[in-house]
T-cell receptor
Framework: DQQVKQNSPSLSVQEGRISILNCDYT??????FLWYKKYPAEGPTFLISISSIKDKNEDGRFTVFLNKSAKHLSLHIVPSQPGDSAVYFCAAGNTGFQKLVFGTGTRLLVSP | NAGVTQTPKFQVLKTGQSMTLQCAQD?????MYWYRQDPGMGLRLIYYSASEGTTDKGEVPNGYNVSRLNKREFSLRLESAAPSQTSVYFC?????????FGPGTRLTVT
């Protein structure tokens, strides 16, 4: 049973446009969410997070939105750059348990 | 400050052989984790250690053992490797929610 789902395996966007990556979860006990970025042959690196008490968190070109009622979060990248081309994983966790549950990833390709 | 380091980077094993994957972190984190990444499966937790001296099973622990040698080091052992264990293995550490990952070990079992 997949508790965290990324239903789009890939996304292609032109440079300068907005990239929107989506993630759905089923466990209502999750209360914090993270996005990781992974380049080939490297480990995932932390990008941005949001706790369940917020519905939006911004960091430069990256914004994460959380819709608790729909159990849905999204990552917006504006403007998209070719260097953003990578696999993006969403992850969810629960306060008190430091384990994270990861989605299957979305490969983003930003073309010049 | 190296963060999380993993050795080796690549390994090829024959079915039935054993090996240990090493992981070390220099961030003084209490928690450490071992994941495997397979195509279309995302990152799946094998074992984790919430603090020195404790280890717990994750989602896919069968065929693996771990040792939390001290606060810095967390090793993953394959006693009798199987082709199904061909994967990329990542070690991570954390103090709270945000986990920091190593560069990975690409393991092939033939």
């Amino acid at each position: 049973d997949q508790q965290v789902k990324q239903n789009s395996p890939s996304l292609s966007v032109q440079e300068g446009r907005i990239s929107i990556l989506n993630c759905d979860y089923t466990n209502s006990m999750f209360d914090y969410f993270l996005w990781y970025k992974k380049y080939p042959a490297e480990g995932p690196t932390f990008l941005i997070s949001i706790s369940s008490i917020k519905d939006k968190n911004e960091d430069g070109r990256f914004t994460v939105f959380l819709n608790k009622s729909a159990k849905h979060l999204s990552l917006h990248i504006v403007p998209s750059q070719p260097g953003d081309s990578a696999v993006y994983f969403c992850a969810a966790g629960n306060t008190g348990f430091q384990k994270l549950v990861f989605g299957t990833g979305t490969r983003l390709l930003v073309s010049p | 400050n190296a963060g999380v380091t993993q050795t080796p980077k690549f390994q090829v094993l024959k079915t039935g052989q054993s090996m240990t994957l090493q992981c070390a972190q220099d961030m003084n984190h209490n928690s450490m984790y071992w994941y495997r990444q397979d195509p279309g499966m995302g990152l799946r937790l094998i074992y984790y250690s919430a603090s020195e001296g404790t280890t717990d099973k994750g989602e896919v622990p069968n065929g693996y053992n771990v040792s939390r040698l001290n606060k810095r080091e967390f090793s993953l052992r394959l006693e009798s490797a199987a082709p199904s264990q061909t994967s990329v293995y990542f070690c991570a550490s954390s103090e709270w929610y945000e986990q920091y990952f190593g560069p990975g070990t690409r393991l092939t079992v033939t």
